[in-house]
């Protein structure tokens, strides 16, 4: 069988196909890069999340997340102090720019990707969303090299797409 026949092959292409993409259209259309965007993403989940933590979530260097913090920084999309309990741990914070913008990222995508999904039906939707829960608990499970920490709820999922226009 040839690699390309493979499910996780046609995952792993997909998944770094859609990054790419999604990469240069918020760069385009908000100058900020798919980095950035999922950093934001998860301060405004966990403001003050540690930069440690954060590299660990989102499975880059401590270095990288420090440096892209400084660029969110400098464009003023989020703030960075230094834990007063730990003075070499520092906490950052989306500012409400930063947070307006994570949310117009969020509409960009969603509008850029739903030529992808219109075409699926409900059935197949939900069946895509069980289907993808499942490989993310699988991969992200307790002890897991590189897994997350944070689940994902399907009606979490589902009531976000509702917001943002996008079916289910």
Same mark, same amino acid.
Request: hydrophobic fraction near 30%; charged fraction near 25%; aromatic fraction near 4%.
């Given at each position: 069988m040839q690699p390309v026949n493979t499910v996780s092959y046609l995952l792993q292409h997909i998944a770094a196909v859609l990054h790419r993409q999604s990469d240069?259209?918020?760069l385009e259309r908000l100058g900020i890069g798919m980095s950035q965007f999922r950093i934001l993403v998860m301060l405004q989940a966990s403001p003050g999340i540690s930069?440690? &933590?954060?590299?660990?979530?989102?499975?880059? /260097?401590?270095?990288s997340i420090s440096r892209q913090i400084k660029l969110l920084q400098e464009k003023g999309l989020c703030a960075s102090r230094t834990d007063?309990?730990?003075?070499? &741990?520092?906490?950052a914070?989306? /500012?409400? &720019?930063?947070?307006k913008i994570t949310?117009?990222?969020?509409?960009v995508l969603?509008?850029? !990707?739903?030529?992808?999904?219109?075409?699926?039906?409900?059935?197949q939707r939900r069946a895509l969303?069980? /289907?993808?829960? !499942?490989?993310?608990?699988?991969?992200?499970?307790?002890g897991r090299p590189g897994g997350c920490d944070h689940p994902f709820d399907l009606l979490d999922l589902?009531?976000?797409q509702t917001a943002s226009g996008t079916k289910s």
């Open positions: 240069q259209v918020l930069q440690r &933590k954060l590299g660990d979530s989102l499975g880059q /260097t401590e270095a007063p309990a730990e003075r070499r &741990k520092h906490l914070a989306p /500012t409400t &720019k930063g947070l949310e117009a990222a969020r509409e969603a509008s850029y !990707h739903a030529p992808m999904l219109d075409p699926l039906t409900d059935k969303q069980e /289907t993808l829960h !499942h490989l993310h608990d699988y991969s992200c499970a307790p589902y009531n976000a």
